[in-house]
């Protein structure tokens, strides 16, 4: 298929030295490493001033400026940067490099290990059970202001409730990245406004990082017979070689089985679809059709030297530098299980997680009356900046990535907004109970007959 997307991975999860065995890098060539930046920024990027007007960027690359007047260490340095981050969608980004000493991580060195959210710009402590003990006012001194503000900056998306979901799944190496170890002093209050000090010892990095962030594996299945209903989980569609080929086949088994079966209530649930390649969608919307589909996409982007080396080379024209053209893909999606097509109903719930090319899953359902949205508004938004070019930094040797299309750039800012609204609970599966309840509020939502 034509429109493809790589989601470059905000939580890049690098390995180095300690900052205090870091080579320092010159002023001379930290400047010239942001000069190459903001001037590969305005050679690729479709629409640089699309969530920042000039004025404003002008003022943070100042403020930048003067920030890199001494030698930097890398991870100096990636922290500046990150002040770039709310200037542009988030496929143009900086990888977050954790510094962190690989003996203290095997040795089983202690990461912050409880549950947080962030609601109303407030950080809280959360119970086993995921209900709010207090809220948390400062971690061994930190307040929880910092902490907040810190994370949003390393973890911007679009979206302001993916932006603080992402800062919660990645809670453990953050407090790590700010200088906040074990043991956590926690101060908090409770729900008689009492103040207090909890002393949190942490746990290894695994078991930390679950805290927050619910294991998923990248797709599942299960089929309720007795009750019928099924549920089929896509958490990602960043898929290539073997993987590729065992979502098929798993695709392919798990809508043959729908098709043998008493399933009148089909969900499928991309909250935690973070992206990947848009085609791969196609696995699963060919068990979805009577007919064949086409699936249609209009965007634009800027003629540079630099996507002469890219995945869009094809594009490069070089009497036309800086020159914006527009792109229509078209592709077709032909029908894959026709014995049994549709005898239920489908759902798809979405979340602040659904985003890149699970926006896109999101779009052609509803676009081809698919089913019904139920859940939260999805992080990916619908005029989407993305299809990133990958670039490295000539003296740090940083990473970065520039998005180099404006997907329907005719459609209003901000996400998917579902048809029934519900919360999404990022620290469980939805389960049977869940399912029926959900069936129950989409009968008494929809005035319209759906399949008994």
């Known amino acids: 298929m034509g429109k493809r997307k790589i989601f470059f991975s905000v939580t890049l999860l690098v390995i180095t030295v300690a900052l205090s065995a870091q080579s320092r890098i010159s002023p001379k060539k930290v400047e010239e490493d942001v000069n190459f930046?903001?001037?590969?920024?305005?050679?690729?990027?479709?629409?640089?001033?699309?969530?920042?007007?000039?004025?404003?960027?002008?003022?943070?690359?100042?403020?930048i400026y003067k920030e890199i007047s001494t030698p930097k260490t890398k991870d100096e340095f990636l922290d500046i940067l990150h002040n770039f981050?709310?200037?542009?969608?988030?496929?143009?980004?900086?990888?977050w490099i954790i510094t962190k000493d690989r003996k203290y991580v095997k040795s089983g060195g202690l990461f912050f290990n409880k549950g947080i959210k962030i609601t109303n710009d407030k950080l809280w402590l959360l119970k086993k059970d995921g209900s709010i003990a207090g809220e948390i006012h400062a971690i061994n001194g930190m307040s929880a202001q910092h902490i907040i503000l810190s994370g949003r900056k390393y973890f911007h998306y679009e979206s302001a409730a993916l932006t603080d979901l992402e800062v919660k799944c990645n809670f453990q190496d953050l407090l790590y990245y700010l200088g906040v170890h074990s043991p956590f002093n926690v101060s908090i209050s409770k729900s008689n406004n009492e103040r207090t000090t909890l002393q949190i010892d942490g746990g290894n990095w695994g078991a930390?990082?679950?805290?927050?962030?619910?294991?998923?594996?990248y797709f599942y299945g299960s089929i309720l017979e007795k009750d019928s209903i099924a549920l089929l989980e896509y958490n990602s569609c960043d898929f290539y070689g073997g993987l590729l080929k065992e979502f098929t086949q798993f695709a392919d088994t798990f809508f043959?089985?729908?098709?043998?079966?008493?399933?009148?209530?089909?969900?499928?649930?991309?909250?935690?679809?973070?992206g990947g390649r848009s085609g791969v969608n196609n696995l699963i919307f060919k068990h979805l059709l009577a007919?064949?589909?086409?699936?249609?996409?209009?965007?634009?982007l800027k003629n540079s030297k630099e996507l002469s080396k890219s995945n869009y080379a094809h594009r490069y024209n070089e009497e036309n530098i800086g020159r914006i053209d527009s792109i229509d893909y078209e592709w077709i999606v032909s029908p894959g299980c026709k014995d049994k097509y549709y005898a239920y109903?489908?759902?798809l719930i979405t979340g602040p997680k659904s985003f890149s090319a699970a926006g896109d899953f999101v779009d052609t359902f509803i676009r081809n009356n698919l089913g019904i949205v139920v859940?939260?508004?999805?992080?990916?938004?619908r005029s989407d900046i993305c299809s990133p070019i990958v670039f490295k930094l000539p003296n740090s040797k940083l990473q970065f990535s520039v998005s180099a299309i404006h997907w329907n750039y005719n459609t209003p800012k901000g996400g998917f907004e579902p048809d029934l609204p519900f919360e999404i609970n990022y620290m469980?599966?939805?389960?049977?109970?869940?399912?029926?309840?959900?069936?129950?509020?989409?009968?008494?939502?929809?005035?319209?007959?759906?399949?008994?």
Do not use: W
């Not at 930390?208 to 594996?217: E, F």
């Open 345 to 347: 109903n489908v759902y």
């Open 291 to 300: 007919d064949t589909l086409t699936v249609k996409s209009m965007g634009f």
């Open 375 to 381: 859940g939260q508004e999805t992080g990916a938004q």
């Open 256 to 274: 043959h089985s729908l098709a043998q079966s008493n399933v009148r209530h089909l969900f499928i649930d991309i909250s935690n679809n973070m």
């Open 428 to 452: 469980k599966r939805l389960d049977l109970t869940d399912l029926i309840s959900l069936v129950k509020l989409i009968r008494k939502g929809y005035s319209f007959t759906i399949k008994q």
């Open 208 to 217: 930390a990082r679950y805290a927050n962030n619910y294991h998923r594996h």
């Open 37 to 63: 930046f903001i001037e590969t920024v305005e050679n690729v990027h479709p629409d640089m001033y699309y969530y920042i007007s000039k004025d404003s960027f002008e003022i943070i690359k100042n403020s």
């Open 85 to 95: 981050r709310p200037c542009f969608d988030s496929h143009t980004n900086f990888g």
